[in-house]
Every structure is written in C-alpha cells, then in structure tokens.
C-alpha cells in the first residue's frame, strides 16, 4: 500500500476516533480504513490503537507517533509544492555532450543564451569525439550528428548537416580546381578516420557517386580537419556549420558546389520522454526553435548550402 496515504488514513482516524466516521470523511469502506491502519501498524511493529466496540483511542506508541505522522505528511506537501515552483522555473544542472566542433561553432553560443533566458540553470558541456553512453556518464542531452541512432535512445530532430567540399585559396593556385568528381583521385584529399575515411560519396544530377580518395593527413577530429585545410594541406569534407564563416570570408573556397555530399541529421537525444526535468524540456525546445526550420541558420544567405527562403 501507499504509504503516503496509510499515515493520512491513520491520522483521519486518529483525530475522528472512528473507524466508521473516518471511512465516511475520506469516502472509503471501513474494510479499507482497517487495512490502511493495520499496515502501519506492521510497517511500525506496534500497535497505536486501543479498539472498543464504542470508540478507539491511542496507544503509547499511537500517541508517540501521530505527530511525527503529521510532520511527515508536512514535509510530503512540501517537497510536491517545491516541485510545482520548479515546474515553473527551470532550475538545477543539466549534462550534455557534443562534438569539439559543433560546441565551438553552435552549441556554446546557444546554451549561454539559453541561459541568459533562465540564468538558474547550470550547464556542464563535455566535448568528446564519440557517443557517449548516456547512463554511464549520467548525461542528460547529447547533441549528435548523425544518421544512424541507437533504438535506446529517444532523439529529437534539430536540423541537417549539409557539408561541402572545399580548400583553401593557396591549395586551389598550387594545384587547380576538380572540375569533376573523378579528378578527386588526383588531389591530396584531407579526411576523418572514422567518417567519410576513404571514399566521399557525392550526389549529382540525382544519382549517388562514389569516388575513392586519398591523402596524407587523417584525423578524428573535426577541427584538426579544418584547420589543415585552412593551412592549404589539401581538399577536405567539411560541414557548413564550422566553415560557413570561411568560406563567406575567402578563406576557404568551395569545390564542386553541384556535387551535394550525403547530409546527416543533427539530432537532441536523451533517454525518455517522461519526467523530464523542466530545464531539459525547455532546452530542448529552445534548440528546436533556434536550430529548426527548412534550413539551418548557418546555411542560410550566401555560401550557404541554400539561400535564404523568401
């Protein structure tokens, strides 16, 4: 039984000295009543009432016990209103996890205006280069970029990840622009060791090409690839949230813009949807808003992967 509810039907008795006129007040049968107090009793390993075929009254134990029944029932209203106020205003630690470039490029600028919107939220972001397992670690929102998610978890469209093919001006006057995909297989091309690794598959004029690459420097990070295609070291497959302000400015120049690299599904994934805690809903959906839309905000304008819809 509930026991919550027992020490509310034992103190109803308690202060009506009825079994009868308590079942009445609290709209139960006096079987119940009987049942509520008897598992007290057990629960406690004494007896708190004297019964009489006219009234029942409190043992030693009964009396000893009664107020700090109410006390308890007290403290149970009170953590439930406390609950309540923070059901209003999101409040407590949240945990998430990304990767090294997408923290650096999208996610930090929007959790600090996440929480200038609710500044009694407090955020650990930890950055790493795989899944993590969100038990283990305790997370509570991985942001992750990806088309392939576990059936464990519960996950939350944000937007596309579109990448582009692209170098830097001084690698594209060293050594000429593909004017195809197959010249690909000349270029020193700069590429993930656990992503596209040696093969870019691209789509054109509505058909899947795949085209065997190499090259001289691969990385498991994101941002190792970027900085070297900065550098000039060579062609890299790079997603437009991190290089859109590159290739806007000239430091990066895009190649083969008609061939559209395979995008991946930027994705908010947690493990249930029930008993949220309010912050965690209320981020969510506030990357949803920011993120959301026919087009991520980054690919938007010029040098996006899309223009801006009118």
């Known amino acids: 039984m509930d026991r919550l509810t027992a020490l509310s039907v034992f103190i109803e008795v308690a202060d009506c000295g009825s079994l009868t006129q308590a079942a009445q007040r609290l709209n139960l049968s006096r079987a119940m009543v009987s049942r509520y107090v008897a598992s007290v009793e057990k629960w406690l390993g004494a007896r708190l009432l004297h019964r009489t075929t006219r009234r029942i009254s409190l043992s030693d134990a009964g009396q000893e016990a009664l107020p700090r029944f109410r006390h308890m029932l007290n403290l149970s209203e009170e953590v439930q209103a406390a609950a309540v106020t923070r059901s209003r205003e999101p409040i407590g ?105 040696g093969e870019y598959r691209l789509r054109h004029e509505g058909e899947t090409v795949a085209v065997a690459v190499r090259g001289t420097l691969f990385s498991n990070e994101t941002a190792v690839l970027r900085q070297a295609a900065l550098e000039g070291a060579g062609i890299a497959l790079l997603p437009t949230y991190y290089v859109i302000d590159e290739l806007r400015r000239g430091g990066l120049v895009r190649l083969l813009p008609d061939h559209e690299p395979e995008p991946l599904g930027i994705h908010a994934v947690y493990l249930s949807r029930q008993h949220q805690p309010q912050a965690l809903r209320e981020l969510i959906t506030f990357l949803v808003e920011r993120f959301g839309g026919k087009e991520a905000p980054w690919d938007e304008g010029p040098s996006g992967s899309k223009r801006r819809r009118r």
């Open 93 to 197: 630690k949240l945990r998430i996890t990304t990767s090294l470039s997408f923290a650096q490029a999208q996610l930090t600028s929007a959790v600090v205006e996440f929480q200038t919107r609710y500044p009694r939220v407090q955020v650990e972001l930890f950055v790493v280069d795989r899944a993590v397992n969100l038990v283990e670690e305790r997370i509570d929102l991985a942001v992750r970029i990806t088309n392939a998610l576990e059936e464990t978890v519960v996950a939350r469209k944000l937007a596309h990840c579109h990448s582009v093919l692209c170098a830097s001006p001084d690698y594209v006057k060293r050594h000429g622009q593909p004017r195809s995909a197959g010249d690909l297989k000349s270029h020193n091309c700069i590429t993930h060791a656990f992503g596209s690794g």
